[in-house]
């Protein structure tokens, strides 16, 4: 069976994407379950305990999934996709989520980590994250509206399904690699050996000249970043499968995320590939 690529509920056909009616019928049991105060907790408790199946052969449920589930506004008929659940039973569910601060610990690690890692697309500058969840420009470009951790959130998902789905957007070019010297290195070089011609030489100075030196030399160093396409590749693909954004993923495959205009944001990976959330034609990676 191929790996899921789809949310839960859905499936290609002919080229279209269609409900599932099974699936569809969990999803809204989970939608209905959460609204009548079951617990995430519980919930995963009661879907391991059913024997029901996000995929075949897939891991149990877990908090991060059904909570993806709950959040995922693709369920209420936005980006092409045939409605499942009722946007007053969405807005009221996550209300109530919101409210209770449901799967908080989740959701805190994935936040805490977003933070080193949401930058401006216009100007470079890092974005900040109010109280209310608000993302906006620390040197003030606009972008419409200022993203909620759901937005971004959703759009990392997207940006996830189509890297899995066209893995052709993870390869990047081999660049020239190795060391060059530069000036800087060659003086800062001199200056240490005159230094270690002193009869006394200090020690501090000698300490802050090589930390410099090394400094420089790291610099001059270019690494060749396409190496880690595989290992982003299964990044995803693992991440695709799960449906779940972990800090783990985000830590250990992503090196920014840029938000370039409205509900348009650009994830790039560790081996240098860049993926849009926009049609693959807009795209730049």
């Not at 449901?102 to 080193?116: A, F, I, P, Q, Y």
Request: aromatic share 8%.
């Amino acid at each position: 069976m191929r790996n899921r690529t789809l949310p839960l509920g859905y499936r290609t056909e002919n080229g279209a994407v269609v409900i599932t009616d099974s699936e569809a019928e969990i999803v809204k049991t989970i939608f209905t379950q959460y609204g009548n105060g079951t617990s995430l907790k519980e919930l995963v408790g009661l879907l391991n305990e059913q024997n029901i199946e996000f995929k075949q052969n897939a891991v149990p449920w877990n908090k991060g999934r059904v909570y993806h589930i709950l959040t995922d506004s693709r369920y209420t008929g936005e980006k092409n996709f045939p409605q499942i659940i009722t946007v007053d039973v969405f807005e009221k569910v996550n209300r109530l989520k919101n409210s209770k601060g449901g799967n908080k610990k989740e959701l805190s690690e994935t936040v805490s980590c977003l933070k080193k890692l949401m930058f401006c697309g216009k100007c470079g500058g890092k974005l900040l994250r109010n109280a209310n969840g608000r993302w906006s420009c620390a040197n003030g470009c606009a972008f419409h509206r200022r993203p909620t951790d759901e937005m971004l959130l959703s759009a990392i998902a997207e940006i996830i399904e189509k890297a899995n789905r066209l893995p052709e957007l993870l390869s990047v070019a081999h660049k020239d690699t190795g060391y060059k010297q530069t000036p800087e290195i060659m003086r800062l070089t001199n200056e240490m050996a005159r230094m270690n011609e002193q009869m006394i030489p200090s020690f501090n100075t000698g300490k802050a000249i090589l930390f410099r030196l090394a400094a420089s030399k790291f610099a001059a160093c270019k690494e060749d970043k396409s190496v880690y396409t595989e290992y982003v590749s299964e990044q995803v693909k693992c991440a695709a499968i799960s449906q779940a954004i972990d800090k783990e993923f985000l830590q250990n495959a992503v090196q920014k995320i840029l938000i370039v205009g409205k509900d348009e944001y650009e994830m790039v990976f560790v081996n240098g590939a860049v993926v849009s959330n926009k049609a693959v034609a807009e795209n730049a990676s």
